[in-house]
């Protein structure tokens, strides 16, 4: 177990660093200047060189990125080109934005998707089965805009029962938080729930048919224990990997849900630091979203193997 | 002698050759009451002084907006987010520099009508070929931590936005009339500004036009938003980046007392959740509404429309030194496709005024209005496009940018040049992306066939003029090189006199007519939306924005 | 992802067991409701991109200044947006170029994907160990950051978009037919192959290759979804399609910020037809997959 772990957390070191290294040469082919970024195209040349001098970013590449990594592994992100200030502040607002969003979208899916995938695999075959399924699949491909238009449009506009921006108003509590997050979850929810349904019916179909079920039938036990111990054990399991999967887009790949409801989440942070060239907030933004993604999938597969049996007392992988 | 006439005898007195110019056009008619304030407030005459002249020569004033009594109360502001650090010297964006008017003070302020009102300074003047300006400060103003304002302080901010070495954004306005070291101190109270080259409308380039140039103590060693001490109605409260800021009462203010107690502004992404939050009583106040965003609250009885004619405009270039546009006739072709008044109403909702393809808009006092208004004429244009061999039409790329209507222009001027021919594939970038890295060769505005972009407010044309259109010019995307114009810009510059500015003007105007490098279709509207029954509310077209003597309804 | 019914097959198989296994096959997608339902509405729209603009009442380019923002109405059902064009014609005509732009990505990403999951795949070793770090340190990304980054590296421009895209999909599909070749790799006819000492290209294109196109039909065709996705979210972002282009996810871009002002017809029916697109091409892949698992 231990060596399972230890094996995973370096694969995932590696990953995160090839992930930096893919990121800073993506930048530096960014076109403009920060400088000029910076002061705006109208500013004088001299301005703008004075600038670039000043922040270093006339230097070689390798001495930008060396010089960086060093930093960003001891904690200091750096300071933001756009904002002079240190970059670790925004990052942790974002995340804990996109964190928030994500887990209302979480504890609205989950339930639900489950509650359906395992319904759907108790009528196997059966039109209920069948239309669950479907209304998944098609609800997964339909790009969230189109349906947090048509929610705002349904919801926002003409019901005028949910507030058509996520951003709440400075002060506001708990409820009031979740109020304004209402809205865009259901767009994620939406696309997470098919996915998810199937997972836990393909699981449940599993735990059904197999032996360990039908002796505790044999035995007499009633099929709600069944259910709740046997089964649902079987269906958590490939949820939970979906869940570590989806986790990266939930937190970063939420561009367009926070365009669309002008939300400051980490996924609109690295969109406005791309188009600033704003080199250590983008970088910092990309790492933040991996990290979070190694993180994510570690836990999975903690979880995942505390679940089977059978990987925490093996060794295959 | 009748009275008036004593007034004015008075005047011609004790006044220089330039101001008795003035009066002299006045007296002849050849100015009106509101061309004759703006210039002699660009001279240094007070208003008081211009107004009390003008009254004796028989031209009133309208009424004055009635000043609201009582003090108290938030002023909840609503603005999109800084583009980037708050820093005086290298601020280059809107939302900014509306902070920057919160808490500071230029030596003079352009008004809306664009006269110049004293602010810092009391008075100023010109030397007889405008080439040494010299301003008297007020006195008894103080910063914020109460150290009194001095003529040194003038002389550190100046000349700190004039040094090359601190890349300011204040530079593009300078270069070539004010250089370090050229702001000099005379005594405590009065600086004097020693100019590279004359300059007829020096006062502009110190005014808040230059937003960059709010009065900083002497001693400011950097880090702005830590504390923002300047002499300004307001000091910070507290500013959290990408959040939003507050600012209290500055008590010692030297403009008098300042009504709001608070001034709370908080930023957003755009425009929509500022609509939201006034919508919902959330906010008082949305500093700059684009028109095709803000149709739903422009219509709305509850809120009020502050709508200031402004020269901001989007300059449609062609470059004179490619194909297809190296012939001016089919630059004049393409101009002549355009049907500006329906621009103007459908595209901008009424809220723009027709542009004669120069800087020289129509609500600037020195314009010849004698020239006659380019319209859409697809017969002429068609003749043109034969006489020039280009019977068969064009094919060309546009590029440009996505930011306010532009986008939208550019698909209403593909669709115009359809009528002589004209096949033209669109490239709409990212504001970032079109501007590049602002040099000749490496950037898309610069270097493109035909392009759009967007230049903000000036109080005067001097900036659209040069940078522009100037064989040397550094914005030159047209890159349009023509002697003749090069010399008219400089003799316009120079002059002090605004019959020979608008005589100048009139022949720059027809010249570029003739050649049309540029497209000026419209000069659009700056709006601010307020809570209605709010008064006192003070808006510049530059997109400052004056709360002193605010109150809300 | 192959079952039984895909069993490895000697090339010099009897033709006519094949050929009649197609047909078996095709009859079965042919009378699958899902399949048709979502056939239906693919061809409506491939018909509209193809013949749309012959058929529209008013050109979808052309401008009224006096006339924007109708709502909908006899002359205008969809209304009018915020250059007075005929929304109505610009959602039929709008289907043209994403149903250029996603195929062709999906093709592209399908090929790089294809000839690099068998490349890992077959090859196993250091190349495989390599090669899967990389993929997986581009999949720890979310596609739309990826596409993002790339394009503003890039510039936009269709050409790109479809790059970005295949390039953004080949990690997945490569994948996919890694996992697929691992499992025939270890079959008799690979190993008789060898035996006649096929060399590892032939081995691959023309044993393996085969066996496994089964489910990478299935992978492009749900592939072919995202790519629409996709298409529609970089217009949607500001970044693909160029205007004056009728293209709904370009629209959706331009006009969302009007909703609040209560112009939802600008939005409404663009976001239906991409909606009912890439549903309808996620029940063909549906029915495809049916077919294909037995």
Redesign the interface.
Known sequence: MARFLLKRVALSLITLWLLSVIVFTAGQVL???V?????????????????NH?MGTDRPLLVQYGDWISRFVQGDMGRSY????PVAP?IANALANSAKLAAVAFLLVVPLSLAMGVLAALHAGRPVDRSIMVAGMSATIVPEFVSGIILILIFGVWLRWL???A?W??GAGFFGQLYHLLLPAIPLVLILFGYIARMARAGTLEALDADYTRTAVLKGLPQSTVLWRHVLRNALLPTVSVIATQTAYLIGGLVVIETLF?Y?GIG?LIFLAA???DFPMLEAGVLAVGCVFAVASLLADLIYSWLNPRIRFGATE | MKPSHALIELFRSTHGEVHNQLIDSLLAGRLNRREFMRHGSCLGLSLTTLGTIAGSVGLIAGPRSARAAGTGGTIRVAQNAP???I?PV?I??GPGLAILSYVGDFLCFDRNDLTLEPMLAESWSPNKDGTVWTFKLRQGVKFHNGKPLTADDVVASIDRLAD??????A??AF?GYLSKGGTRKVDDHTVAFHLDAANGSFPYLVSSDNYNAIILPADYAGNF?QSMIATGPFKLEKYT????ASFVRNTDYWGGQVVPERVEA?F??????Q??ALQGG?ADVILQAPV??S???LNDPNFEVISLPSTAHQQLHMRNDMEPFKDARVRRAVALTL?RP??V???MKGRAKIGNDSPFAAVYPMTDKSVPQRERNIAEAKELMAAAGMANGFETTLTTE?FLEI??Y???V??AVKEIGGKI?????????Y?????YGK?P?LDSVMGITDYGHRGVPNVFLS?PLRSDG??NGAHFKNKDYDQLVTSYIASLDIEAQRATAGKIQRLLLEETPVIFSYFYDYLTVVKKGMSGVVTTAMGQLLLAKATIG | MSDASAAPRPVSAPETTVAQERRERAGQLLSSPTFLTGAAIVVFWAACAIFGHALVPYDP???D??N??LPPSREHPFGTD???RDVFSRVITGSRDILTVAPLATLLGTLGGTVLGLAMGYSRGIVDEVLSRIVDALLALPTVIVALLAL?AL???KITVVLVIAFGFTPIIARTVRAAVLAERELDYVAAAKLRLEGPLHIMFVEILPNVAPPILVETTVRLGYAIFTVATLSFI?FGI???SPDWGLSIS?NY??I????WWTVLFDGLAIASLVIGVNLIADGIEGVVNG
């Open positions: 076109p403009g200047n400088g000029r970024a910076m002061l705006g195209p109208f500013a004088d040349q001299r301005a703008v060189d004075a600038l000043e756009a904002y002079r200030a925004f507030p058509i921006s951003t108003p400075p002008r400051q609109s188009n600033k060239k | 583009a980037s650090a820093d290298k280059a964006d090359p070495a601190n890349g300011s954004n530079l593009s270069t938003e980046p990408q959040v939003g908080t957003f992404a755009d425009i929509q959740p609509i939201l959330q095709l965003q149709v739903a609250v049907d329906k621009l109403q459908g595209l996505r986008p939208d550019a698909v209403l593909q669709n594939n669109l490239n709409v970038l990212d504001q970032g992306a501007y590049g890295d602002a040099v950037s505005w940078a550094t914005w | 380019l052309a401008d200044m006096l924007t923002l915020q250059l007075g503003v510039g936009t421009s500001g160029q205007p004056p331009a910020g009007l609040g002002g209560g112009y």
